[in-house]
T-cell receptor
Framework: NAGVTQTPKFRILKIGQSMTLQCTQD?????MYWYRQDPGMGLKLIYY???????DKGEVPNGYNVSRSTTEDFPLRLELAAPSQTSVYFC????????????FGSGTRLTVV | DAKTTQPNSMESNEEEPVHLPCNHS???????IHWYRQLPSQGPEYVIH???SNVNNRMASLAIAEDRKSSTLILHRATLRDAAVYYC?????????????FGKGTKLSVKP
């Protein structure tokens, strides 16, 4: 099992550019999440999905969009990148059992200049 | 939202036990207690979770107070690889309340 795979690992964007962070999981998990982590801080939830076709906002959704067309994939879209979006982005997945743990990807380090 | 309180940092010596405390005085009856850790430059890693009873796995033990208002993550023999930020999180029931909300955690340093 690969678990949760994120691509790319690193990216530098110019202000105003757009990009998609990819996330895929092979555990057949219904729930998927996107978090961001600024230096020295905890993780903040951006968006989450409880299944294909269903997405909802988390704590810090502004400037981002998501889609969930399949169980496996949960891409995060940044439109009009801003320096405030410089962060490390983590994707995670979990089963519907709230007693189960999350599995996290290794992260995408994004710098907006 | 149910929240947790953890010390900002703790130190331990290698090969000694470590007890990481967490207070969650507003926990509800259906909240699970989850612990995650984050090694430097890595994504968070699930450690253990519990509801009411103490739990053990290959990584750690979780001791839950009888009134569930606090819990303790126990690393039986700390190694240098255990140096990380440890997060204690309550996972609530259903909908957005089932999402993990991270605080700042406890930064554990392990001295050789």
């Amino acid at each position: 099992n690969a678990g949760v795979t994120q691509t790319p690992k690193f990216r530098i964007l110019k202000i105003g550019q757009s990009m998609t962070l990819q996330c895929t999981q092979d555990m057949n998990h219904n729930y998927m999440y996107w978090y961001r982590q600024d230096p020295g801080m905890g993780l903040k939830l951006i968006y989450y999905s409880v299944g294909a076709g269903i997405t909802d906002k988390g704590e810090v959704p502004n400037g981002y969009n998501v889609s969930r067309s399949t169980t496996e994939d949960f891409p995060l879209r940044l439109e009009l990148a801003a320096p405030s979006q410089t962060s490390v982005y983590f994707c995670a997945s979990s089963s519907v059992d709230r007693g189960s743990g999350y599995t996290f990807g290794s992260g995408t380090r994004l710098t907006v200049v | 939202d149910a929240k947790t309180t953890q010390p900002n940092s703790m130190e331990s010596n290698e090969e000694e036990p470590v007890h990481l405390p967490c207070n969650h005085s507003t926990i509800s009856g259906t909240d699970y207690i989850h612990w995650y850790r984050q090694l430097p430059s890595q994504g968070p890693e699930y450690v253990i979770h519990g509801l009411t009873s103490n739990v053990n796995n290959r990584m750690a033990s979780l001791a839950i107070a009888e009134d569930r208002k606090s819990s303790t993550l126990i690393l039986h023999r700390a190694t240098l690889r255990d140096a990380a930020v440890y997060y204690c999180i309550l996972r609530s029931y259903g909908g957005s309340q089932g999402n993990l909300i991270f605080g700042k955690g406890t930064k554990l340093s392990v001295k050789p």
